[in-house]
């Protein structure tokens, strides 16, 4: 069984796996799950008009200096929550085994 697992390693190793825009297995996988599954909801597009109501008036530089790392900060939360998730699911399956 090593030799086989050491030729499997080395293929891995010569023909690493296209993640596209992603850097790991768990990347890929939240990258197509935010592809199937966009986080527009009611609540956030209300939650933005809101934002948007409170920047009314402000130059539209000024807005997308608020509104870029806002957006920036959702994505990153979305990504960590998502990825925390599965890491969860993982250690409750080696739990109940």
Known sequence: MNPYIAK????????PPNL???DSV???LYECFNENNPYDNEQIKADFEEL????NGMPLREMDKIIYPV???CRDH?????MEGIKVGMRLRDELK
Do not use: P, T, V, W
Not at 78 to 82: T, V
């Open 8 to 15: 499997l390693k080395q293929h891995i190793a010569d023909n």
């Open 20 to 22: 596209g825009e992603a």
């Open 26 to 28: 768990l990347g890929l």
């Open 52 to 55: 948007y109501k409170q920047m």
């Open 71 to 73: 957006c920036k900060l």
């Open 78 to 82: 979305k990504r960590s929550g998502f």
